[in-house]
């Protein structure tokens, strides 16, 4: 089994991983481990853990993973980040990356954050509510977004998780990041989610290509 750590920045991702990501992968011969960042006691305020990331404490964190994993990436929102040091995802991926310039470290970033993927099943929300109100504005926006569920973005006010919570506020059941972000990747499956995101199917793929590269 290849063991394989990642590192993510709060409970929600932490849930998701554990419930929905690691059960996929052990079908390819992968292990994952979940473990949020511990964040010190920094411009963040008290120490605690989870959100404020930034590149010094993904420096300090992948190093302590690296040294007590096969492999370790990253499942980071890109409006977790404090102080950028760059505004597109790719680079940012890249300079996490040129940190230790190794080959066991997959970097990935979600764009722009986890609730992007809580888009990828529209219908489902027609089930889960026994109405078609949420369904119907969830695909007004994706449709607004040229179908590009990873692109569903304007401002932090209206972020993929703002956009949730509203559309749940006016159906009456305040929106749980944790509670409803992992319950409802799950129900939909990581297939569906796969299929409509493209940016984190590439990430998946190449987490499974881990098992034919170890096998050779």
């Known amino acids: 089994m ?6 993510v920045e709060g409970q929600t991702e932490m849930e998701f991983c554990k419930k929905v990501l690691t059960p996929f992968f052990r079908d390819f011969n992968i292990e994952m481990t979940p473990i949020v960042v ?3 006691r920094d411009k963040c305020g008290t120490k605690h853990k989870g959100g404020c990331i930034n590149i010094g ?3 300090s964190e992948v190093s302590r993973l690296l040294n007590s994993f096969d492999y370790v990436t990253t499942f980071y929102d890109f409006y977790g980040f404090n102080d950028r040091p760059t505004n597109d995802i790719d680079e940012l991926e890249e300079m996490i990356f040129e940190l230790f310039n190794d ?7 979600q764009q722009y954050e986890f609730e992007t993927l809580l888009f990828s099943k529209p219908e489902y929300y027609e089930d889960y509510f026994n109405d078609s109100y949420v369904a119907d504005k969830m695909k007004q926006i994706i ?12 401002s932090p006010q209206t972020a993929p998780s703002k956009r949730i919570e509203k ?5 009456g059941e305040p929106y ?17 989610i796969i299929n409509r995101a493209n940016r984190f199917r590439e990430w998946v793929e190449k987490i499974k290509a881990l ?5 050779h």
Request: aromatic share 6%; net charge negative.
């Open 2 to 7: 290849i063991r394989v750590a990642i590192s």
């Open 103 to 109: 080959n066991r470290l997959i970097p990935y970033i």
């Open 167 to 171: 559309l749940f506020d006016e159906v």
């Open 176 to 192: 749980d990041k944790v509670l409803h972000g992992e319950g409802i990747a799950r129900d939909i499956g990581i297939k569906h």
């Open 38 to 40: 511990s964040t010190s």
């Open 211 to 215: 098992e034919k590269k170890n096998t």
């Open 143 to 154: 449709e607004e977004f040229q179908e590009d569920i990873e692109k569903i973005n304007d």
């Open 57 to 59: 404490r993904i420096k």
